[in-house]
Structure formats: C-alpha cells, structure tokens
C-alpha cells in the first residue's frame, strides 16, 4: 500500500490530472476516486473503503487495477523519447539516399550520441556500419569498422550474458525441488561462465544481470552471505545497482528490473532477520506478485516469494488471513504448467492458504488437480510430500476411504525410496493415523511425541511440511 501512496504523491500535477481523467472518461470512476483520496486525503485503508463503499476483496482489485494503470502511463511517458529515437535508426536510409553526405554524417553521429545514453548496443551496430561505408574514402573508416566490430561482440555477449541467466534460473527450479549435487555444480558452472561473459566488458547492463544471479546465489545456493568470491558486500551492490537505474532512468528493461531488485531486498533483509526493513519490500512485491511471478522468471527465481509470502504470515501468525487476499491478488493469474517447479509452488501455496483457512476441501481440489496434470516422478520426495499433506486434507475431512487409499500408496512408495530416507514422512504418517484412531486416550499426546521427532528432522529439497505449524492448533484440529 505505501508503495501505491508514494507514487502517487509524486506524480507531477499534469500526469496526476492525465491519469485522473483517463479513468473518468473510460467510466473507471471508483478508481479514479481512489486515486483521489490517496493524493488529497490522508484516510486509512478502512476510511477509503467506507467512502467507496467496497468490501476488502474489491478494494484490493481496485488497488491494483490503479496500480497497473498508472505503472502503464508513467511507462509510456518514459518510452516516448526512446521510441521517437528508434524511428529516426529506421529512417537512416532515407537519409542516406536523399541528405547530403555532411548531413548524413552529422545526423549518423548525432545518433550515435544519443543511442550511447540509452545503451542501445543493437541499433549502434546499424549507426556504425552505415558510419563505415560512408566513410570507405576516409581514414574514419578504420575507427568505424572497430567500433561495429566491437558493438556485435558486445551484442552478442549481453545475448549471452541474458541466456545464461534465464538458464541458471530454470536450473535452480529443479536444484530447488531435489537438491542434487549434479544440479547445483551446474548451477556453479553456469554463474562461472556468467562471470566469465561479463568480465569481458566494462558494461553496467552485464553488471545488473551478473547481480541478479549472484545474490540469488548466495542466498538460496551457497546461504551465506559472506561467501568465497564476493568482491562486495550484497548492500554495496545494491547501491551500486541504484545507482546504475539512476543514470540511465530511461531504460526500459532497467525500469521492470528496479521490482526484482526491490524482491531480492526483501529476501536479503528477510535473510538477516532485519524484517523492518524487509517489510517495505515485501509490500511492493505483494503489490504486482501475479505479474512478478508469472513475468520475471527470466531474471529470478519468482516461486520463492510466495515461500518467503507464507513465511512471513507464519511469523506474524496471521497465515488465517492469506486465502481471503489471494482471491484479488490472482483473480486473473495463469499459471505456466510448462515451468513445473513454478507451477508446483503456486499450487502447494494456494492449497496451504486454504488449509490455514479451513478450507480443506478446496485445498484437496488443488493438490489433486496439480497430480493430476503432472508427473512428479522426477521429484519422489517431494512428491510424497505432497501426498502428505493431501492425506492430511482427507484426514481432517473425515473421508477415510481416500485417506487409507492415499497412505497405502504413500507407504509402498516409502519402501522402494528407502525408510531410513523417509523418517518424517513415517513420522507423519501416524500422526494422521493416529488423529483417525477411535481409542481417544493419549491421542494429544502421541501427536505431540512425534511432532517433536519432527522437528529434528530438516530435509534439504521443497518440503511442504515445513510450511505447517506443528503447534497446539494442528493438534487440536487432528484430535
């Protein structure tokens, strides 16, 4: 919410005016008031909702229809120079057949100039392999064909530097789910040739891509924050980073990167434990997570937010409030089936915000939808995992015949993985067991003995269980 105050606050009189009746006249008046209020009135949440006269659901809609719409203006703004200079590099041609040669040359480097302060390397290889015909004649031309020559390797090499980045984090998604030592070297393998890449060029653009991968890395891979390599501490690059969307506050790309750097603070601050800090980050993500999930995964991994989401709520011990505020946060989310790890997460996320609110039918719906949509053979544990705790849903609607079906597989697959390998999943499994078990003497504390058992136990890969509060309140709805 403060991120949506601040920016509207700063909106210049003319675009706060152009935003305003833009959503009068396209009948959007509800969320034309809103913006109303948050740039005039100092008014709570609960204040604007009476003046709106809008349940929590549709306050949050409308919180982020306003959202999209002014980040849609304000990039438009910012395109509208950028764009004019990508017509004038379509245009060279013409000027080259119908300007005198004087002119074409200082028009070529007038763009040249310009296209320097948006770090266009594409569109300068164009200006300079039309500066070097011109220049055939001239001992320009020598200068002209090394600078073409070095702005294609230095296209080539961001083309790179952006592949190997969408496939580190594509990796990671299957690092996450089995953390297998083959997976992570590759991880390794791939950061190693990143650096390798970026240290060829003294560029701010592979600067920022290395960044997204580094701090990934050693907060999620190597989990420490001081590790072996790091030139920096992670708040220096930070600023560092800052630094860079500053000086060149026109890029677009650098404009959509500022959340997934705004996403790493919170998992840095998270990280450390400084979560006040971490709490105004966590603000703006949560602001656009459908679209941060769904359209940055090229430069992160997004799935780990809604993880750090739940988190947060079981720290706060407010998790009873998550289903209510996903129904407006991904009221028009489609989720990729293709990315399994993302879409396992999503769902596992949703089915443990119903679980959190009661609904255990609903939560049931989704796991059952997920197994039915993938194969999750790859992943055994994981998988069992996720039988778990759909048992669990079973279990706590009474319907035995599903939940003895679902242990009978869970158990045989234990055996062909090994029990020594499965002990919190066998711990779990009488613990639902023994929720069901008709003789109530001692059920309390039977549940609580293995619990305890439990929570001794922390297996490396994506473990839903870990998501569920195994406290007085878990005891009390299996007995």
Known sequence: MSKLKNIIKQLSPKDYNSIYDSLIESNAEKSAYLLKFMREKQLSDTKIMEELDVNTNAYYTLRSRLNQKIEEYLLHQMESPRTTLLKKVATINEIVFTKKKAIALATLRKLEKELLDYDLSNE???????????????????????????????????????????????????????YDETEKLGLTLLKKELENVSNLYQSHRLYIYMSCLNIYHWLFVEKSINSEGQQDPIEDIFDKVQNIFDSYY???IYYHLKLVFEYLKLEYYTNVAVYRKAEKYYEEVNETAAIF??????????????LTKLERHMRLENENLLYEENKSIFEDFDIDKNNVPQYIIYVLYRAISCYYGDKYDEAAKYVNNMLNDLSLKKYPYTQLEIKLFLALQYCLMKDYDLFNQLVNSIQRQVRLLGKGNC??????????????NDVKKSKSGKIHGYIQKIKAINPPYFSPLKYLKLDEDFINRLT
């Not at 220049?135 to 296209?155: E, G, K, T, W």
């Not at 999930?293 to 809604?306: E, G, K, R």
């Not at 002990?423 to 069901?436: A, D, G, P, R, Y």
Request: aromatic letters at 16%; hydrophobic letters at 45%.
């Open 423 to 436: 002990v919190h999943i066998l711990l779990f499994t009488k613990i639902l067991k023994t929720s069901l």
């Open 293 to 306: 999930i769904s359209n940055y995964n090229l430069y992160t991994f997004t799935p780990q937010f809604l």
């Open 124 to 178: 300068l290889t164009i200006i300079y392999k039309t500066l070097k015909k011109l220049q055939i004649n001239s001992p320009d031309q020598f200068n002209y064909s090394q600078l073409y020559n070095r702005h294609v390797a230095y296209m080539l090499a961001v083309d790179k530097a952006e592949d190997l980045l969408a496939e580190y984090f594509k990796k990671l998604g299957i690092y996450f789910l089995t």
């Open 250 to 252: 026109l890029d677009p």
